[in-house]
């Protein structure tokens, strides 16, 4: 069966610092993966998509970055982080022309 | 562009009472509308989905939908609503680009149980 591994769960970062968040899929080839965050306990936004390794694709211009090394993993970045960039990210997948997503348990970014 | 819109910020029912929780569409196309459930510090879990067929969706925990064309709605509901039912509500609907999926969300609705 199909597995989606988000980590960590929770993080504290300063302002200023680097970020990196990792997502994992097992027990699928191909799949769609996508990047939201979730302000304040509410809205979802996509920040990134992707079809396939190092195709990427930006949905808002922002301060994050999204890579795509191999098949089933999709890191969620930064280089300085700001304070507006505390959010609830989930990562999610879906099957090619699949009918829905999977989310991952979501990581819950402080910037302090 | 897809979008579908939840008008209610949250909804309040007692144990026991039959729940509703709105959504409208706008789509070009046949809809693909999607109902999550998103508990407090967790990811979204998928509770049904409407392609075609029967406008009564039957989903997880009891749950259901009625798709309604005329509306343009999709409420979830249910029957009896449990205290465990409490949490957030999202509807989405789909667009295709080509072979990719991407998923439009409503702003979420809060259901709250109380015993």
């Known amino acids: 069966s199909q597995t989606i591994h988000q980590w960590p769960a929770t993080l504290v970062q300063p302002v200023g610092s680097p970020l990196s968040l990792e997502c994992t899929v097992e027990?699928?080839?191909?799949?769609?993966l996508y990047w939201y965050r979730q302000a304040a306990g509410r809205g979802l936004q996509l920040l990134f998509y992707?079809?396939?390794?190092?195709?990427i694709s930006s949905e808002v211009p922002q301060n994050l970055s999204a890579s795509r090394p191999q098949d089933r993993q999709f890191i969620l970045s930064s280089k300085k982080l700001l304070l507006s960039d505390s959010g609830f990210y989930l990562c999610?997948?879906?099957?090619?022309?699949?009918?829905?997503?999977?989310f991952g348990s979501g990581t819950r970014l402080t910037v302090v | 562009a897809q979008s579908v819109a939840q008008p209610e910020d949250q909804v309040n029912v007692a144990e026991g009472n039959p729940l509703t929780v709105k959504c409208t569409y706008s789509?070009?196309?046949?809809?693909?509308l999607f109902w999550y459930v998103q508990y407090p510090n967790r990811g979204l879990q998928f509770l049904l989905k409407?392609?075609?067929?029967?406008?009564l969706v039957k989903g997880s925990y009891g749950f259901e939908a009625e798709f309604n064309k005329s509306q343009t709605s999709f409420h979830l509901k249910k029957p009896s609503a449990l205290v465990s039912d409490s949490a957030l509500y999202f509807c989405?609907?789909?667009?295709?680009?080509?072979?990719?999926?991407?998923?439009?969300f409503g702003s979420g609705t809060k259901l709250n149980v109380k015993p």
């Open positions: 999610a997948w879906s099957a090619r022309q699949g009918e829905g997503y999977t």
């Open positions: 027990g699928t080839s191909n799949p769609n």
């Open positions: 992707s079809i396939g390794i190092d195709q």
């Open positions: 789509v070009s196309g046949n809809p693909y």
């Open positions: 409407y392609i075609t067929g029967d406008n």
């Open positions: 989405a609907v789909r667009d295709m680009v080509g072979n990719f999926n991407k998923f439009y």
